[in-house]
């Protein structure tokens, strides 16, 4: 009796599906024949608020101009894809972006996870999901910073974790290069922040030390000074004292701010400076005043790197000027590399196989040999495996027509292809 | 002579401290309330001051007219209307409602004028400089903070020790239970001890903005060394706090004239032997 009923009852809903599907039928011709796939969740891990949180200020901004590539999404295998980005704040906080990166493993289950800006997110991001099988892609962290820190092995590199950005290399080179172009006196003072920035370009082996006395110039190192220091009067009239013509080192923007202005007090005026971090956004030369002009720095990105979007065909000149008109804000560095990173995840989803394998991910992670907005990204060749180096050149800012101060590029023996703006020029005193 | 260039520097630089400390003096010293968001009130302080230099098209230090009795109104709500809800046998709600101050007055601050490093400019006042024998430059912006710090402190004395007011203040914070049976309104006063308080940190908070960059995260480092300058000078000690402030401002000098990286380390060093050796500081003046 009890199985008849249910025969009957099973009879009815398959004639009742059989008699939906036919009506159903002649609208799922009519549509396009992609059928639509699960929704491939990227996680976005980046800092917003907190100390570094002017690395993370254009993260709405870029997100927001790739709102319909992401809705388009990836066809793999013929089933259509769309993407959603998760955007999660690391709060400038390193066990923050651990714990977040684990919210998006675990409760958010995405695809693949996006690190940027500052090893203090970049390195837990990647090492939650090292531990996790989990592909991620990082950026906007001096290399070595990110493979060193985390005990990486150049031979056999990292399983899940990719990376792309400059290294220690790199901005040794351009800041000698600037050095070099110059009429000084050769000698160097350098103060470093007591971070693993600092740590790594003083390194005695990889960093600055080496490289600068390679080039002919004399170190006057002073080592390690705390971040937020409110005095460097001591190590200025160590340098007054050395007669130092250029002074370098690793400055966050109110550290540097601090020791320019009692370098003034106290009558210390070198021809040169160029100190690593402390002069990437504008904000930071404003603070400085006219004093800002003629300092000079690392630049990873401008408008006029001739490089264009892979996803929305923009120039850099054409996205800066989308950011200005969108925010009224001046550009910074970090926005192209905020925009490269979904490029790379995107591009790597687009050669995936296998979306519901996360190996198959990786494995297209791996195969990226892509052109960016800002530059060619090749993940194939190393400098170790899993990472790829994008070009460094030399700049200084100056005062500017558009904007209060421009960032000029003014040292490109590092990557000729890059167009220079204006000659470098000793600070006037 | 380069020792004694150190030790200039070291106490033009506690005079810096001593301006962040004294607020913070006066709150723990009458009420015991440690106030977390102390640094944070400094930046809040830099910010008014900057929207008002934006506004008026003023000099930064004209912007004090504004900011500290600005500050003075909201020292005065924000005890009336908070903190003295949270005062009592346990000192562990003021120091969580004022924990919970500092992160919403850092995230309010963000919202409002993004993570952007500022600064307020004087022209040449900022890195014009005196030269002393012997050849040390100090620098006149340093110097003027120093002699606010003093003046400051010498007017917050004057106020303590030779108004009705600064009695009720002495008494209330040797004993407020008698205090209020012998008619003082403690709730007032502690409201009004508060406004002073940040009416300081208007002061401080204007001399920060433009002796170096601020930006809304930038409050919690300036908490410690304001904290350690009180502890080392004793509770209750305006002078006291004055006189933390320098040594801790020339220990950090010192050693940081031996090496950049024993800066921070040479100022914790001196606070902990402090402590070890005088638990009340140099100078207390109020009982426990």
């Known amino acids: ?429 | 002579m380069e020792w004694l260039s150190v030790i200039v520097q070291g106490t033009l630089l506690g005079g810096l401290y001593a301006l962040f400390a004294v607020g913070l003096s006066l709150t723990f010293g009458i009420m015991r309330l440690v106030n977390i968001g102390h640094g944070d009130l400094i930046i809040l302080a830099a910010f008014i001051a900057l929207v008002v230099v934006q506004a008026l098209g003023i000099h930064p230090l004209a912007s004090l007219a504004i900011v500290v009795p600005a500050m003075f109104a909201l020292g005065y709500l924000l005890q009336r209307g908070v903190l003295n809800r949270t005062l009592g046998e346990s000192i562990l709600p003021p120091l969580l409602v004022t924990f919970g101050l500092s992160v919403i007055i850092e995230n309010l601050l963000l919202q409002l004028f993004g993570a952007d490093t500022r600064r307020l400019h004087v022209g040449a006042l900022e890195t014009d400089s005196l030269v002393l024998p012997g050849g040390i430059a100090v620098g006149l912006f340093p110097l003027l903070i120093f002699a606010v710090a003093v003046a400051v402190i010498a007017a917050l004395q004057l106020l303590f020790y030779r108004t009705d007011l600064g009695r009720a203040f002495r008494a209330t914070s040797d004993d407020a239970v008698t205090a209020e049976l012998m008619g003082a309104d403690n709730r007032h006063l502690y409201a009004l001890a508060m406004a002073i308080a940040l009416a300081v940190t208007g002061v401080a908070g204007v001399f920060l903005a433009i002796r170096s960059n601020f930006d809304p995260a930038i409050g919690p480092s300036r908490l410690i060394f304001a904290f350690e300058a009180v502890i080392i000078g004793g509770l209750g000690s305006l002078w006291g706090t004055l006189a933390g402030a320098v040594i801790l401002g020339v220990a950090q000098s010192i050693g940081s004239a031996l090496r950049p990286e024993w800066q921070i380390l040479a100022g914790d060093i001196t606070f902990l032997v402090i402590l070890v050796l005088r638990p009340n500081g140099l100078f207390q003046r109020t009982r426990d």
């Open chain 1, 1 to 429: 009796m009890l199985a008849g009923s249910a025969n009957r009852r099973s009879v009815l809903r398959a004639l009742a599906a059989g008699g939906l599907g036919a009506v159903a039928a002649p609208a799922i011709l009519s549509r396009p024949v992609r059928a639509a796939g699960r929704p491939i969740k990227l996680g976005f891990v980046s800092p917003e608020t907190g100390p570094i949180a002017a690395f993370g200020e254009a993260d709405a901004f870029v997100l927001a101009g790739l709102k319909d590539v992401l809705a388009a999404g990836v066809t793999i295998d013929g089933v259509q894809h769309p993407v959603t980005i998760i955007r999660k704040d690391s709060q400038s906080n390193p066990n923050r972006a651990a714990e977040v990166t684990a919210e998006l493993i675990n409760s958010d289950k995405v695809d693949i996870v996006l690190g940027s800006s500052t090893s203090d997110t970049t390195v837990p991001v990647a090492d939650q999901c090292e531990l996790n099988g989990v592909p991620c892609i990082c950026t906007d962290t001096p290399w070595q910073a990110w493979f060193f820190g985390r005990k990486g092995d150049p031979k056999k590199g990292f399983e899940w974790t990719s990376h792309f950005f400059w290294g220690v290399e790199a901005i040794t080179a351009v800041f000698t290069n600037l050095w070099l172009s110059l009429d000084t006196n050769k000698r160097v003072g350098a103060l470093w922040s007591n971070d693993p920035d600092g740590a790594a370009l003083s390194d005695a082996q990889h960093g600055f030390p080496p490289a600068v006395k390679a080039r002919g110039f004399d170190l006057v190192d002073l080592g390690f000074y705390p971040i937020m220091s409110d005095d460097f009067s001591a190590q200025i009239n160590a340098f007054k004292q050395a007669k130092v013509d250029i002074v370098t080192g690793v400055f966050v923007p109110p550290a540097f701010a601090t020791f320019w202005t009692q370098a003034a007090q106290q009558g210390f005026h070198p021809k040169i400076a160029t100190p690593a971090k402390a002069l990437l956004f504008p904000s930071a030369v404003e603070a400085l005043g006219d004093r800002g002009v003629g300092l000079s720095t690392e630049v990873w990105w401008s408008p006029h790197h001739p490089f264009k979007s892979g996803l929305t065909g923009q120039t850099a000149q054409q996205f800066c000027d989308a950011y200005t008109k969108s925010t009224g804000r001046q550009w910074t560095q970090p926005i192209g590399f905020k925009h490269a990173i979904v490029e790379v995840a995107m591009d790597a989803l687009r050669r995936t196989r296998k979306i519901d394998d996360p190996a198959s991910i990786q494995a297209a992670i791996r195969e990226t040999d892509y052109s960016s907005i800002v530059g060619p990204i090749n993940l194939k060749k190393g400098p170790v495996p899993g990472v790829a180096t994008t070009p460094l050149v030399g700049g200084q800012w100056k005062r500017g027509s558009k904007f209060k101060y421009e960032l000029n590029i003014v040292n490109d023996q590092t990557a000729a292809f890059i167009p220079l703006d204006s000659k470098f020029e000793p600070i006037a005193s």
